[in-house]
């Protein structure tokens, strides 16, 4: 029997691009969302949909590591001043990624950025969703310094011994659509969110903002799990970490 109660949870999409009315048609009863912001822009435009009061849309505000290429390191540290984080339940997508730059100063900056909102988070206690392309140890070797306990790996492609390194700090992954199997995820259960990345697509197929439910089957079907299983396990991470 379905277990109603419990919801599909897409720990992290990005609806800024979305007309406000296509996003309340298409987003699912049944559905919990949380979008992440990338820009300053990006954040200005959740606040206006945030006024919508979408039942089980949630927001994570905060720059991604590309900020950097178009705005100096000064504008970028003023906009996370003006950023209000107490109207987001997490800070993302925020993080480090080294294919967006070979050069040094700006790849410094990306780490400036990224430390000053982790110390917000972890100031607020709020979780943080990390973007770690190309650049997991830089990450890893960053949040060695904090204490903070709420972070969240997004579409994780370490290598096995930062996984390891990962997991046994308590740090949470999120799989989308179970494409790489990189390790045991039937003993990580309590470390995992399932994601779908909204609009990125999938397969060459383009994503529905609905398209979390494909991602819980895919997931479940690579792994052998029953789905209300799962359901219930990414719930109970999600209630555990978050603020609701
Ligand atoms: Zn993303």
């Given at each position: 029997m379905v277990n109603k109660d419990l919801k599909f949870i897409d720990i992290h999409c990005h609806?800024?691009?979305?007309p406000i009315d296509k996003l309340k048609f298409e987003f699912s009863f049944d559905q919990i969302s949380v979008a992440a912001a990338v820009s300053y822009d990006s954040y200005n435009k959740y606040e206006n949909i945030r006024l919508e009061k979408i039942d089980g849309l949630y927001f994570a505000y905060g720059l991604y590591p590309d900020v950097v290429l178009n705005n100096s390191l000064s504008t970028c540290l003023d906009q996370i001043e003006n950023?209000?984080?107490?109207?987001?339940i997490a800070i993302g997508e925020i993080g480090i990624d080294y294919k967006i730059t070979k050069n040094k100063e700006k790849r410094k900056e990306q780490e400036i950025i990224f430390q000053k909102q982790l110390e917000i988070a972890e100031k607020k206690d709020l979780p943080v969703i990390i973007h770690s392309r190309y650049a997991t140890k830089k990450i890893l070797d960053i949040l060695?310094?904090?204490?903070?306990?709420?972070?969240i790996l997004h579409w994780f492609s370490g290598l096995n011994e930062e996984l390891k390194i990962a997991l046994d700090r308590g740090y949470y992954l999120t799989n989308r659509f179970a494409k790489p199997t990189i390790f045991n995820i039937k003993d990580n259960l309590d470390q995992i969110f399932i994601e779908?990345?909204?609009?990125?697509s999938y397969d060459n197929k383009e994503l529905k903002i609905s398209d979390i439910k494909k991602s819980y089957e895919v997931f479940c079907k690579d792994y052998n799990l029953d789905l209300d299983f799962v359901k219930e396990k990414v719930q109970s991470n999600f209630l555990k970490l978050f603020e609701i």
């Open positions: 609806y800024d691009d979305v950023i209000n984080f107490d109207h987001a060695s310094t904090t204490n903070h306990k709420k972070i779908t990345d909204y609009p990125i």
